[in-house]
């Protein structure tokens, strides 16, 4: 491939800022077609982006003879049936994290992708992010030293349409739509990058509950895991508490030093050691994704090697799955 020329299947809030825009503005590709299934919205965001076409049927943007690549930016209950479908045309897909709802359903998308010899990437743009590359360098360098133990503690308050007299929760915590809760949509993000920095996680276990019954899903979540290195690890996430506990750290524990950031809402690292404490600010790129949308555009074209693949993207549903005991 020379010139990767993509479609969005799903043009929802997550390709507004954080990928859409990247599209166009990473070299040698392109956003030429976007979907929504309610048509005038996807005729106001070709509009508004610039994007020369518009559809509202899946079908007509995969078979589109311009489009040579889909993003998949739907909630994860389409992912496997269009992820399918795109191969099956012979277009590479990029699809939306979590990579799927279960993952069984990420296994047999990897597997067509082998069928077909057609790539699979997933949105785990964490992985080609400034901001979590030096977290990387600092443990691979071994400021701290060798590694011990990672804590992460996410803890946030129900969103609005959770609560009131009148709630109506969004997709994220249908488990039928969306694998899961909020566990699933944010975890997935943790778990990826964990392996991404320490390898594979070969065991995980966990308890997940819901507690306040604002919707279906768990809202509350912990769990053990270790790495295959010996590295242990602990998590806890709790959706379900007052706005002012909000909590987004995770620490790496070295023998000689630690390490705390966060994965959702600061840019600072704080790096401490006997020596003192060392703060690096990291701030993100506007558009999160396009760094990652860089490497799968130089994968495609044969300059280089994406971090993150549809193999990579189902560790963390397998992970999730075995904490939640769905496995």
Known sequence: MDQIKWGIIGCGNVTEVKS?????KVPNSSLIAVMRRDGALAKDYAG???VPKWYDNAEALINDPDV???YIATPPDAHESLAFRAMQAGKPVYIEKPMART???????NAESKRT???VFVAYYRRALDYFLKVKELIDK???GDIRFVDICLQWQPYDEEVGPDPKPRWRVQPEISGGGHFHDLASH???LLEFIFGPIRHASGIARNQAHLYEADDIVVANFEFESGILGKGSWCFNIDKDQREDQAQIIGSKGRITFSFFEKFDIHVETSEGIEVFHVPYPQHVQQ???ESIVKELRGEGKSPSSGDTGARANLIMDRITQKQ
């Open 20 to 24: 859409g825009p990247a599209f166009s």
């Open 48 to 50: 508004r982006h610039g």
């Open 68 to 70: 040579n690549a889909i």
């Open 103 to 109: 993952a069984a359903e990420c296994d047999r998308i």
């Open 117 to 119: 010899g057609v790539p």
């Open 142 to 144: 071994k400021v701290i």
């Open 190 to 192: 943790q778990f990826d």
């Open 291 to 293: 760094p990652l949308i």
